[in-house]
């Protein structure tokens, strides 16, 4: 399996920690698919036990190259244009989230989908986390009955951001970047799409970021019925014992369950007691490049992946225009 | 101070907790306002050191004894009627909430208010709460720095309940009735009045509780900017630790500070840590009573309880119509 990677903005780690488990593979060609100093994508290469070619242009790499698969990590404002050129070469992607900064770049995607026999995923890998994987095998196994509520929390550390986390063009907003891993985990343990959202933000108080908003809250009622909350902020401070404080609480006729502190807590008709955490058996990155060979199946689906980018959308769109809409 | 007591249906317990720190306090009269057995709120009674004459009729005891202060726990949908009443003859009320099941029901107490010398606040005992009352006076003190979002969470055990709660006339709603506690700590952490309010909820799965939602979300905007949310259900297993499982995060520009598990947590510049919880010092009850003779200051006013009456109504309403609510 020939395989590409276009920049290293966001979440690219997830390649590097689990492309040792795909049988196979090579990585042929890196570009930053920007001004971005390539440096620390080759040298992760390495690391990993790559040498590929350092292109400057990542058209004229996906073109030579022609790869069977492609990360795509570049600008945000890219992933879409970038996402979509692979497709229609036939090229799968493994897509930083959110795959798209807007509708009409979304939609271009999917029709790119449409026309091609390759496929695409976005870069959620916290729905591989152990705790969270474990959660949500334990939820569709019918430890809380049927799910009524879901809530999810996303608390980021600020820190320093680059240029980009400044404009609302390049970086997308705080519900789409930060929130999609709430969104998706309402998605999944609520295991149904979205009927409609409600959303606020803020970006007054964000230290001088700019258009960034500092703190979000989105509330979802889904097809099913569930009712799904996220809340979602940089608002985690410097000395807090871990970059991010993230949860999930689903509340269901049997019982409730919580991820929090990468615990597992479960109340049902035995009480309340601490579930150990099982060690993850597998990866996003390994799970999606070899479920394209009939490997294995990926916990993430391409139809969640568009389900998904609509919804923090939307939800921007309520959040920006203080407006409920239905999906 | 002459003091009487209507109804033990809800909350009348915060009477009994401090009724022996209010100086020359004196139980003349009872009565259950309607047909449930006052034999229990006899027993309280003479427990406390009291014996009252009993009433069948609330109007005659409050014409013939005339006290100062009346405790108001009836039937939920007498609440307003009965509070009304007692201020339009300039006897103070301590009031159930919601004090009113209706906005023309609020209106009518607050027009009952105008013509009145006499107070009302409602019983949203758990302000003084040994956890959440300091929670407060450390946010109030500036330990988040500015405050920019509050979560709160109700989660109660749905128990066995009687037949007024399976009508939304007798009972009001799970948003009034659970989650005035939750909506109060939004208001008294955000330290604002509402702006704006969405919220949703369901009465599908109620184990049979005829119109009961089982689970609710709200979500607020105050007028001051802050970003507030609310979780409210009936889902606590009855096997779980305790009856309730209260909840509230405070996110600011310096730090994060939680309420859960009876724990007061705080994480700043200084990391993170526990807070032991000094004993509270003051009650409702007494304060409210205390506050009457300008023996203190009772930390529920007037204001407020108007205010989350209304946001609670305002809040049913928004999840009854589908509609976001300004204020």
């Known amino acids: 399996m020939k395989f590409c990677i276009i920049g290293s903005r966001g979440h690219i780690g997830y390649v590097f920690q689990s492309i040792g488990k795909v049988p196979g593979i090579t990585l042929d060609g890196i570009s930053s698919g920007c001004e971005d100093d390539p440096a620390p994508l080759l040298r992760s290469s390495e690391n990993a036990g790559f040498t590929p070619e350092l292109y400057s242009d990542w058209r004229q790499m996906l073109n030579r190259l022609s790869p069977d698969l492609v990360a795509v990590d570049g600008p945000f404002e890219k992933h879409a244009e970038m996402a979509a050129y692979a497709l229609e070469r036939g090229i799968h992607v493994f897509c930083e989230k959110p795959i798209a900064l807007t509708l009409p770049d979304l939609d271009r995607i999917m029709a790119a989908r449409k026309r091609s026999g390759a496929r695409i995923i976005s870069m959620v890998g916290l729905r591989y986390q152990a705790d969270f994987q474990y959660a949500l095998q334990l939820v569709r196994s019918g430890a809380v009955g049927k799910v009524k509520m879901v809530r999810a929390q996303k608390s980021y550390r600020l820190g320093t951001r680059p240029e980009y986390y400044r404009r609302r063009e390049t970086y997308g907003g705080t519900i789409p970047w930060v929130g999609s891993h709430a969104v998706d985990w309402i998605m999944a343990f609520a295991g149904s799409a979205f009927r409609q959202v409600y959303a606020t933000q803020t970006a007054e108080d964000n230290f001088g970021y700019g258009d960034l908003e500092i703190a979000c809250q989105c509330m979802f009622v889904m097809k099913n019925g569930v009712q799904g909350q996220a809340s979602i902020d940089f608002l985690r401070p410097a000395a807090a014992p871990s970059h991010g404080d993230d949860r ?65 959308l939307l939800a921007r769109e309520s959040a920006d225009t203080g407006k409920v809409i239905e999906f």
């Open 248 to 312: 999930v609480r689903v509340a269901g006729t049997e019982g409730i369950l919580e991820v929090i502190d990468g615990k597992v807590i479960l109340i049902d008709k035995d009480g309340r007691r601490e579930l150990p955490v099982p060690p993850p058996e597998r990866e996003l990155f390994s799970d999606f490049a070899n479920s394209l060979t009939g490997k294995c199946r990926c916990a993430v689906t391409e139809s969640e992946t568009f389900e998904l980018t609509r919804a923090c």
